[in-house]
């Protein structure tokens, strides 16, 4: 009956890690439909800017 009895709560503990881990995922989820997300994105891989920005480049 013990070993059911660690089995049980091991199980609890898992459980309780995945309904965690579905929450942090569903709230990045949340964060990358976001327009944030999506100009952080625009900036970072297309290079884009707002009308109002001056960009400066480092030259190597």
Known sequence: MASYDVRY???QKSIK??????????????YMQSD???AQVAREKLGLV???E????EED
């Not at 890690?17 to 579905?22: M, R, S, V």
């Not at 001056?54 to 480049?57: A, G, L, P, S």
């Open 9 to 11: 709560e091991t199980l």
């Open 17 to 30: 890690e995945e309904k965690k881990n579905a929450k942090e995922i569903e709230k990045e989820k949340e």
């Open 36 to 38: 944030e997300y999506i």
């Open 50 to 52: 707002k009308d109002n």
């Open 54 to 57: 001056i960009v400066f480049e």
